[in-house]
């Protein structure tokens, strides 16, 4: 049985008639071709699969497309501006090397986006709790907190 | 001019398209009418296949085909090599089971594949995969390496479980060594087993041409070259130009993607059956079940001293558990890996070392982050740090009563360090971690009612692998040089294939460096090209912190021709003797004069040679080169460790964490960092919070999801404080040694030592849970009451 889905994903409406079982995560990876939201466990853990909601950061494998109907999507493909500049967090990220498989980076940066619409200026504790929900297996996290911590401060709480 | 790039802090080439969803995993391809892969994995870890009922699977929604063990047999798909041949004491060939792709008639631990069964979509191959009906005869199981040898064989054949016993060292002369010793420490423990958990879980994806009989594989792989030379000549019968294996962006492989892996054959072999791309990728619980996983050794150490703390002799003797089959290297690790690291930083005469390899009903287990090389610095260093404490002497002390001060130096166990400066990277972690502030912080811990511990580790490792008569020696059945090509284009811009793989390694940028540095181009001039074997002339991979000292090397090599060659051209072209031309960033120049032609129109000249030597000089400018190394590279270090426990949980947190080390010349100091700090982590996730464990009754691995196997997340640790100092690797021309693994080599014995010492221990087991830690609280009447 398939059902249909509407919804808009960076700015754009996009629909699809999926099955009732299909995730979030595969809607967007499968149906969208949008391959920067990575599958990186089963369980809800590592958080590889993060992106925005109604402005919200979520898990997009632990919900499934349909209940996504009507919402606001934005994925990391739709964080830096339409000419292709990094947004500040971004651009955080690879100054203070943030990353570097980056296979977690668009869940990294997606969760990062979130906490730092209401975190200005956080402390390097803050951080690393905003982080329990994103593993990195590569940077052993210094550098990570490291681009939230600035890359938060240059956003000044606004997305 | 440009600004030397050796040592400077580039941002990294490969950032933009990993921060924009630009990157392109396996997982990402999608090749048009792939079919999809789910694999039946055996739910026990020992049982005999009775018989396997495909017929609901077979009409199940989407099914186009399934696959057994039989029909692999019968097609004669072989099974996985092992690459490493091991001879034991008695001179022996080590013994190697059969590890076919699909079982045949037996499974030997839990995720052992047991069918394939391919379909339109993922969701109808899961589906069906369910159907599959296996009616099994359960078997006894075995999953601990100490009880291996009187365990139920897990092969016909290997009676005792016993894959090898092996030796190195001089064992006479160590009994004599401890017979005068005036203190002998010893320790027993277990490096705990881990589970490498590459974020990135494996993929591929096979794909079969008709037209040409050719195979297209793209693989999460750190070697695209090996995978294809182990699948076409070992496995597959298949010539190597009729396959092209891919290994686009890796998502991390800490050793983990190295080897060449059941499915990876299975999807290449059905490609061609279905003439349909076939697609797999592994679930993380399947990651946690088939991925090789680390470590698992069993070991008893002991040092010998004379009355000031002077190492007389080292005896070891461990026991290493492989798993139910030998993975691709995985006979290497816990011998050639493990045992010629034993003499660590230090003078120790004498030094024997036993090594009884086990089959067990576990996951293979092979090289992890630092392969052999965390399990010998961990005998090492907690036998060092046990022995100062039982002397009552210094910990640092000890070691520099103990250090190594002349190069080149000859280790009792096979290996010749180059060059080293152990006293320079302790002095600086001293100071660093202001050790001498410590006594301070201890009582303020005290105070606040907890307890405070600090703890070394002054690890040595064995990089640059490996100089391919020497390795052969040893029983490797593969070279390991490393390949490189450096192609000028007509304009003066340069793209370099190398056969090193960069899987978060940063080689997009750090290789860039070098090429643009020691060309004199801007960096933007050069592009790196690695992970597909119909680009990149031929390849080794990465593992080992070998990129830098062997694919860097070949890409000098290669540069140094192009240059030799630009010279003859810029001769030409200047009407001077090529012995009168210099190259100087960027700038072919007659000495003494102000006469030169720069890179850029030496190169079109060699593409538009219209005015050109074509009696003396082939047109192009194109070069490659094969290094194969002349020596390790031993990169060193110091690592200091500071925890505070408390008394009520016995939760450990580390309140400072300073690492410095030595990995010669360095080429960009932020990539460095960043592969310091992951070390570390991972070191630490050893040492704190990583256990892999197997059910004792049933062979089951209760640790098989994010939800019980914990992976240390951003509150767990702290920020580092990591810093290096230079001692240039005599032997290559860059002076480099490599540092993607020192991290995690030396971090687990300097936090265990910081644990034991501010619990007055000798010995805390690995994984240092709050839960373990606090029994030994209670042991120690250390709780509050």
Same mark, same amino acid.
């Not at chain 2, 490797?476 to 070279?479: D, F, L, M, V």
């Given at each position: 049985m398939t059902i249909k889905v509407s919804m808009k994903v960076n700015g754009k409406p996009v629909s699809a008639d999926v %099955?009732?079982?299909?995730?979030l995560v595969t809607y967007i990876r499968e149906h969208l071709r949008l391959t920067g939201t990575h599958v990186g466990c089963d369980t809800a853990q590592c958080g590889a699969c993060t992106v925005m909601m109604n402005g919200k950061a979520i898990k997009s494998c632990s919900i499934v497309a349909m209940q996504a109907e009507g919402a606001d999507l934005l994925t990391i493909e739709g964080v830096a501006k339409p000419d292709g500049t990094l947004h500040p967090m971004q651009a955080a990220f690879k100054e203070n090397h943030g990353l570097q498989c980056g296979f977690c980076t668009p869940g990294m940066v997606m969760n990062a986006l979130d906490f730092a619409k209401s975190h200005p200026n956080p402390s390097e504790q803050e951080v690393r709790e905003a982080l329990e929900g994103n593993l990195c297996r590569c940077t052993g996290y210094h550098n990570i907190v490291k681009s939230i911590m600035a890359g938060a401060k240059a956003m000044g709480g606004k997305l | 001019m440009n600004a030397p790039l050796i040592g400077a802090r580039v941002e990294r080439k490969e950032d933009y398209r990993f921060l924009t969803g630009a990157g392109q995993y396996t997982d990402d391809v999608q090749i048009a009418n792939q079919a999809h892969a789910a694999f039946v994995r055996s739910p026990h870890a020992h049982a005999k296949i009775r018989k396997i009922k495909l017929d609901k699977a077979l009409k199940a929604p989407g099914v186009l085909k399934i696959f057994v063990g039989q029909d692999l047999a019968d097609a004669k798909v072989g099974g996985l090599p092992c690459g490493w041949l091991i001879t034991d004491v008695a001179g022996q060939p080590m013994k190697e089971p059969p590890h076919p792709c699909l079982a045949q008639g037996k499974v030997r631990h839990v995720g052992d594949q047991v069918a394939v069964v391919i379909a339109e979509t993922l969701a109808q191959a899961r589906d069906a995969a369910e159907l599959v009906d296996v009616d099994y005869e359960v078997l006894p199981s075995n999953t601990d390496a100490a009880k291996a040898r009187k365990a139920p064989p897990v092969h016909d054949g290997v009676a005792d479980n016993t894959c090898y016993v092996w030796a190195l060292g001089d064992k006479n002369g160590c009994d004599a060594a401890f017979a005068k010793a005036a203190h002998v420490t010893k320790l027993e423990f277990i490096n705990n087993r881990l589970v490498p958990n590459a974020i990135e879980p494996r993929a591929a994806i096979g794909g079969y041409n008709r037209a040409d009989s050719s195979y297209t594989l793209y693989v999460a792989s750190q070697n695209p070259h090996v995978e294809r030379l182990l699948m076409t000549a070992f496995?597959?019968?298949?010539? %190597?130009?009729k396959v092209r294996v891919i290994a686009p962006d890796v998502g991390g492989g800490f050793g983990s993607k190295i080897f060449l892996y059941p499915e990876d054959v299975v999807v290449t072999w059905a490609a061609k059956q279905l003439n349909r791309p076939v697609k797999w990728t592994a679930e993380r619980s399947e990651s946690f079940l088939t991925d090789a996983h680390g470590r698992d050794h069993v070991t008893v150490a002991e040092l010998a001293m004379d009355k000031d703390g002077k190492f007389l002799g080292m005896r070891v003797k461990t026991t290493a558990n492989m798993g139910a089959y030998l993975s691709t290297f995985a006979s290497c690790v816990p011998t050639i890996l493990y045992a010629t690291l034993l003499a660590g930083q230090y003078t120790t005469p004498v030094i024997h070392c036993e090594v009884t390899a086990v089959f067990t009903n576990t996951t293979p287990v092979d090289a992890y982050r630092g392969a052999g090389r965390p399990e010998a610095t961990y005998v090492v260093e907690r036998l060092v740090e046990t022995a100062a404490r039982e002397m009552k002497l210094d910990p640092a002390e000890i070691r520099r009563r103990n250090f190594i001060r002349s190069f080149p130096y000859q280790t009792p166990v096979a290996l010749q360090y180059d060059t080293g400066n152990y006293d320079a990277t302790l002095d600086a972690a001293v100071k660093m971690a202001d050790v001498a502030g410590f006594a301070k912080r201890k009582e303020e811990s005290a105070r606040k009612g907890k307890l405070r511990g600090l703890g070394y580790a002054a690890y040595i490792e064995a990089c640059g692998i490996a100089p391919s008569a020497v390795a052969g020696s040893l029983g490797?059945?593969?070279?390991l040089f490393e390949a490189g090509e450096v192609r000028v284009h007509p304009t003066g811009s340069v793209t370099v294939f190398t056969g090193s793989h960069s899987h978060g390694q940063g080689h997009e940028t750090t290789f860039a460096q070098v090429v643009a540095d020691r060309l004199g181009i801007p960096i933007e001039n050069v592009d790196i090209v690695h992970g597909d074997t119909s680009k990149v002339l031929f390849g080794m991979g990465t593992y080992g912190s070998r990129s830098i000292a062997v694919g860097g090397t070949a890409i000098v090599k290669a540069l140094d021709k192009v240059i030799a060659k630009g010279k003859k051209i810029a001769a030409h072209l200047l009407e001077a003797s090529e012995a009168d031309i210099e190259y100087d960033r960027g700038e072919f120049k007659v000495a003494g004069t102000d006469k030169k032609k720069m890179f850029g129109e030496v190169a079109f000249a060699a593409y538009v040679p219209h005015n050109y030597p074509h009696d003396k000089l082939e047109p192009g400018l194109n070069e490659n080169a094969f290094y194969d190394p002349a020596n390790f590279t031993f990169p060193a270090g110091t690592y200091v460790c500071e925890v505070e426990i408390d008394r009520d949980t016995g939760a450990v947190k580390i309140e400072r964490f300073t690492a410095v080390d030595d990995f010669g010349r360095i080429i960009n100091p932020m990539i460095v960092e960043g592969q310091v700090h992951g070390g570390l982590v991972q070191g630490i996730g050893q040492a704190l919070t990583e256990g892999c464990r197997y059910d004792p009754e049933n062979g089951q691995l209760v640790t098989g999801s994010y939800m019980d196997y914990c992976m240390p997340r951003a509150d767990d640790v702290p920020s580092f404080k990591v810093d290096t100092r230079e001692t240039p690797c005599t032997h290559n021309p860059l002076g480099v040694k490599g540092c993607g693994e020192a991290g995690a080599i030396g971090s687990p014995a300097a936090l265990m030592n910081a644990i034991t010492d501010a619990l007055g221990v000798k010995d805390v087991a690995m994984h240092a849970t709050a839960q373990t830690v606090w029994k030994h609280l209670q042991e120690k009447n250390h709780a509050r009451v």
């Open positions: %099955e009732a079982r299909t995730l | 496995v597959l019968g298949l010539p %190597e130009h490797a059945r593969a070279g």
